[in-house]
């Protein structure tokens, strides 16, 4: 992961689940685009996985050089904000097999999602990715708030109060808020696949959390 405070913060979440033995940790510079060295100390330590945090352009470059390296496909990768519907149209192949966690996929089964993702595809000829879809739900969580108070935007309280109550359909399924305002939600392991018609695509493979609560909640003063 970067060495700054977001990679920190996901490695330390992973590390408060995952129980087995961790037979190294690197972090790497901030915006860095070549990874052979990491790569090549990775492949010395024989690890069964891998886990990784490298969004944007790091993400790219890091997947793309983790497949030349022959590593795609011998040792697992798991990530999070690395593999994804933006970072699959740059890297293509060398993303195949690969996993992400998240709690957003465009083959979740719900009618928000399922008319989403239908009717994007339809307008921009590809599949949206998870920022979209955030983006998404975080306008219809507005509209909701809006609608509920009648379109008086100078009723703060209410327009907290309704936001609160998650009055919409979410793309991501039914969740609500808990105390500190971060969501109650589900989280999946996805994985790259490539659909019979040659798609690169994020699938579902299992739920990981269920109704997953943020580990900081007890410790925010924010009690609504």
Known sequence: APNYAAGKDMVLGFKRYFKNKIVGEVYTQLGQQDYQAEISQLRAANPKAVFVFYPGGMGIQFLKQYAQAGLRGQVPLYSVYTVDEISLLAVKEAALGQFETRYWSPDLKNEANQKYVTDYRKKFGKTPSFYGAQSY????????????????????????AAMRQVDYKSTRGPYKYNVNHFPIENFYLLKAVQDPGGELMMQIQRTVFEGHKDSYAGECPMKW
């Open 137 to 160: 739900d975080g306008i219809m969580l507005i509209d909701s708030a809006v609608r509920a108070v009648k379109g008086d935007l100078t009723n703060k309280k209410g327009m907290i």
